[in-house]
């Protein structure tokens, strides 16, 4: 069917097992059972995968050279896939797409003589949605091996990426995640580490939903259109130009959102981008694409791996230390490794800290006593900052201050708070 209104499509996959058993007879001596009696030719798997991928490769990456801006709306879909095997059964299936927006129909065919082996593993699958195409394609691209668990192909470092790239948007904050991750790519222990801490680095740049008190939403306002994280970065980039920065530590940089910034800022003349993670400084430094940047800004920039609780003798001295959003991801045992490590040992002539405010939590969709990240483990009110930060400064020798960040409540505050820490005797020396 294709109308101005509606078009259908369909994808049908021809698998050869006579094919798919010569090439593994090559690979190893002797055949098992699973390879004269198969599903593969009728089971949607990770084949179906690759052929959307490969068919529908503009729509899958959200290009309509003669519609874009249809590519980049979300439309209603109904989308089927027969004979997907469900290692988990309908429920799986249930747990992995309606988290997504999906209206997920199941039918289930019996299994065996007359069912007597009970309910075969495979479900007929119906999505119903609305949903840009390019973002069902991925989930689809994704999901189906995953609810198989199996693949049809040496799983390699580069199925990492593909996850990574295909999940944007909606796989970092899956309640499902792990199971996603483990399954999509075999349980291959150092690929699902990289990938987590990719997709947990991801996530920390992502924000809660929007406020739920419409009254206040004003949605035609420039500042409801802005993004957290955007206001965030703002804020910071605003905090590190008043106090002229020029030589800048970013701890726990994570993929580098505000690496780009600081090299890009004319005014900055050093860089360096500080994380755990040795896979997610990687991957910062892919995403920066520093081979491509003039000279001047990738000579900028060093990445270093490292922990925000060690005392590290090479971040000694600089002009600012950035902790964006880092400090809530500590257990509150190793917050005084933190204060020993930045505002004694490294003793920048300033720091410049954000965290979320948890007395603005009601103003997201968040359960009671739920946190903004899955891997917070703790949220500080207005207060608790204020009492933490007077504290560290009076005992390290800093001045402190704070500033809100995003959209500020008459009764909760902002989203975000930020505190300013300078360095007193950098403050006594400007004033002489």
């Known amino acids: 069917e294709s109308s101005p209104e509606r078009v259908t499509a369909a994808l049908l996959l021809e698998v050869d097992p006579i094919s798919m058993v010569r090439r593994r007879l ?7 059972l699973t390879d004269y009696v198969t599903d593969r030719p009728y089971a949607a798997s990770s084949m179906l995968a690759v052929a959307l991928g490969r068919v529908f490769t503009t729509a899958l990456n959200g290009r309509c050279d003669s519609r874009p801006e249809l590519a980049a709306t979300a439309l209603p879909l109904e989308l089927r896939v027969p004979a997907v095997p469900a290692r988990g059964g309908a429920s799986l299936v249930g747990a992995l797409f309606q988290p997504l927006g999906w209206q997920v129909q199941t039918t289930t065919a019996p299994f065996g003589p007359d069912g007597a082996w009970g309910d075969a593993p495979y479900v007929d699958l119906t999505l119903t949605g609305t949903a840009r195409l390019a973002d069902a394609l991925s989930q689809l691209y994704v999901l189906l091996p ?15 990426d593909k996850l990574v790239r295909r999940g944007e948007g909606w796989l970092a904050e899956h309640p499902e995640r792990e199971l996603i991750v483990r399954r999509y790519l075999r349980a291959r222990r150092s690929f699902v580490e990289d990938a987590t801490a990719r997709l947990n680095a991801l996530e920390d740049l992502a924000e809660p ?6 009254d206040t939403a004003d949605e035609t ?7 957290l994280r955007v206001h965030r970065l703002e804020a910071v980039m605003s905090a590190v130009r008043e106090v002229g920065a020029r030589r800048v530590v970013d701890l726990g940089c994570g993929e580098g959102y505000y690496l780009r910034a600081l090299i890009e800022d004319p005014m900055v003349g050093e860089v360096v981008g500080v994380d755990v993670s040795p896979r997610v400084l990687e991957y910062a430094e892919r995403r920066l694409n520093l081979d491509r940047r003039p000279d001047r800004q990738r000579e900028k920039l060093t990445l270093r791996q490292s922990s925000v609780t060690y005392r590290d003798d090479a971040i000694a001295g600089f002009d600012a230390v950035l902790l964006i959003e880092v400090i809530e991801h500590l257990e509150p045992d190793r917050i005084a490794s933190l204060e020993a490590g930045v505002f004694g040992a490294a003793r920048p002539k300033h720091v410049i800290l954000t965290t979320p405010n948890r007395e603005y939590n009601s103003r997201y969709e968040l359960a009671d006593g739920q946190w903004r990240h899955p891997d917070h483990r703790f949220e500080w009110t207005r207060a608790e900052l204020e009492s933490w930060a007077t504290r560290v400064a009076d005992e390290h020798g800093y001045r402190v201050a704070f500033r809100t960040v995003g959209d500020v409540d008459p009764e909760l505050g902002a989203p975000t708070q930020l505190a300013l820490f300078t360095d007193a005797r950098t403050q006594e020396a400007d004033r002489g």
């Not at 090559?26 to 098992?32: D, F, H, N, V, Y």
């Not at 995953?146 to 990492?160: G, M, P, T």
């Not at 939903?209 to 419409?214: A, F």
Request: charged share 35%; proline share 6%; aromatic share 6%.
């Open 221 to 227: 306002a420039e500042e409801s259109r802005t993004p």
């Open 26 to 32: 090559k690979s190893r001596e002797g055949l098992s």
């Open 146 to 160: 995953v609810l198989d668990n199996a693949k049809h192909y040496w799983v390699s470092s580069d199925e990492v």
């Open 209 to 214: 939903g929007e406020p739920t008190d419409d």
